[in-house]
């Protein structure tokens, strides 16, 4: 059989932590299993430098670490790294078809969907065109880029106000820009952030406008939302964490079922209206979007797929 019409017990797509702990479980089990990731592991997860709220771990753990040593556990157990991008899902058809964008196919008998979720853009104009020069949405990836300079970070979450915490080792100035009259996240968050001599809050404030100069964002202009007074700052830089939208571009007239915001919906299992078809961790329609819960998620879901091929 070619690579290109390679068959496999189970494909998983997508290599964060619900999907790895999927491909760890249906490995174990003894399903031959593919795991379809482009851009290496941890997804969402790497998002953030210092996860502090995974058990097992007093003093927190490098989310890299967290997700190479994942990946490296599924791996012992004969899951096999698909390191492309898949751009076409056959849900329907028997067994699955799973198609790369170098061309190849690969066919499975069951499929766990772990794409996740990701950044939710700000909505603002340019803010694309802008996008990779001078904004961001992951502090920890392009953090690096604007040390000893000015950003701005938006949101009011444990997200955005992990990103200040980072940044401001880093770079000269931060602002902190949210919406609303006090942030959503965390006091294990929030309490480090009256120790930031360099953080400068911008609280009931959006923002109105992106500013460039040669190509590369140089500064907004912010609202306050309840004055209307608008403002202008200086920022090399702008992360924005405002929440996420789920990754479900391939789903398009899969006939799987979702919910108003496109998340798949499922029941506690992981199994979803296909036979056969199943889902994990942010994809999923849940509560709440968590490394542990989409952890359980994974392990679920690899359970699930295991009985369903046994059944068949």
Sequence with gaps: ??????????????QGPAGMTASLYTARSGLSTASFERMGPGGQMTDTEQLDNY?????????????FAMSGQAARFGAQTVGEEVVELQLDAS??????????????DAVILAMGAEPRPLGVEREGELAGRGVS?????????F?????????????????????????????????????????VYTEPLRELSNLTMHLDSVVDAL??????????????????????IDVAGMFVAVGTA???ALLAGAGLELDRGGYVVSDETGKTNIPGVFVAGDLRTKPLRQVSTAVGDGANAAQSAFEFLSLS
């Design 55 to 67: 058990p097992g771990f007093a003093d927190g753990v490098s989310a890299f670490e967290l997700a």
């Design 1 to 14: 059989m070619s690579t290109q019409e390679k068959h496999f017990d189970v494909a998983v797509i997508g």
């Design 95 to 108: 067994p699955k078809k799973i198609v790369t964008a170098s061309g190849a196919a690969y066919t499975a």
């Design 211 to 232: 500013h460039d100069e040669e190509g590369k964002l140089s500064g907004l202009t912010l609202r306050n939302v309840k004055t209307d007074e608008a403002s202008e």
């Design 246 to 248: 789920p990754k479900n």
């Design 147 to 187: 040390r000893d300079k000015a950003v701005a970070v938006v949101g009011g979450g444990n997200t955005a106000v992990g990103d200040v915490l980072y940044l401001a080792r880093i770079c000269s100035e931060v602002h902190l820009i949210h919406r609303r009259d006090a942030l959503r996240a965390d006091a």
């Design 137 to 145: 949405y992951c502090a920890t990836c392009d953090g690096g880029f």
